[in-house]
């Protein structure tokens, strides 16, 4: 069964450093989202990008925060600073058309020291 | 308005009882309602969705009804097994922006052999 992968599992990072978040959606889909969810809270949209841009993005997603396809399989959250408060999960999704279902991944989780 | 509102926070059912989880949201623009199960240190997985344009949607053990009047939509688990025991979340999302997913505030739900 397709599924989306990301890797890795787990990063530690120290504070201020760049991290860069990496997914492989499923084959077909076009559509492709990154969400964060902070230890035992809900989860948070953070972007959808289609056709090679960012079609929506929330305020969560800031200068500090990009995201790149930049071949055809690949799909890639980047934080250029981190901070303390950007310690989460963070999941990416895609899904084949738009306002269909989307499917997840099984998440990085991110630590910053 | 974009919010979308989950109950209960917790909810301890026997196995083999009905689990009902409730969520309202208030942008009559949301068109795409999925259900969300999440096991700890997993991504969410799809477990159902339904549109405006029902009134309930039955896969399984589990059934969606919706009430659009009410701005108002439940998950019904029925014959609930430990199995079942996770994290669900309602979400909701419109075509009009990028099927970003609004997510409830999810209920963690323990079903007692």
């Known amino acids: 069964e397709p599924e989306v992968t990301q890797t890795p599992s787990h990063q530690v990072t120290q504070m201020g450093q760049e991290v860069i978040l990496r997914c492989v959606p499923i084959?077909?889909?076009?559509?492709f989202y990154w969400y964060r969810q902070i230890l035992g809270q809900k989860v948070e949209f953070l972007v959808s990008f289609y056709n090679n841009e960012i079609s929506e993005k929330s305020e969560i997603f800031d200068d500090q925060f990009s995201v790149e396809r930049p071949d055809g399989s690949n799909f890639t959250l980047k934080i250029r600073s981190t901070k303390l408060e950007d310690s989460a999960m963070y999941f990416c999704?895609?899904?084949?058309?738009?306002?269909?279902?989307?499917?997840f991944g099984q998440g990085t989780r991110l630590t910053v020291v | 308005q974009q919010q979308v509102k989950q109950s209960p926070q917790s909810l301890i059912v026997q196995k083999g009882g009905i689990s009902i989880i409730n969520c309202a949201y208030e942008n009559t623009a949301f068109d795409y309602f999925p259900w969300y199960q999440q096991f700890p240190g997993k991504g969410p997985a799809l477990l159902i969705a339904i549109r405006p344009d029902v009134s309930e949607k039955k896969e399984g053990r589990f059934t969606i009804s919706f009430n659009k009047s009410a701005k108002q939509f439940s998950l019904h688990i029925m014959d609930s097994q430990p199995g079942d025991s996770a994290t669900y979340f309602c979400a909701a999302s419109m075509r009009a922006s990028g099927s970003r997913l609004t997510f409830g505030e999810g209920t963690q739900l323990t079903v007692n052999p």
């Open positions: 999704a895609s899904s084949v058309v738009i306002n269909t279902e989307a499917f």
């Open positions: 084959s077909n889909h076009l559509y």
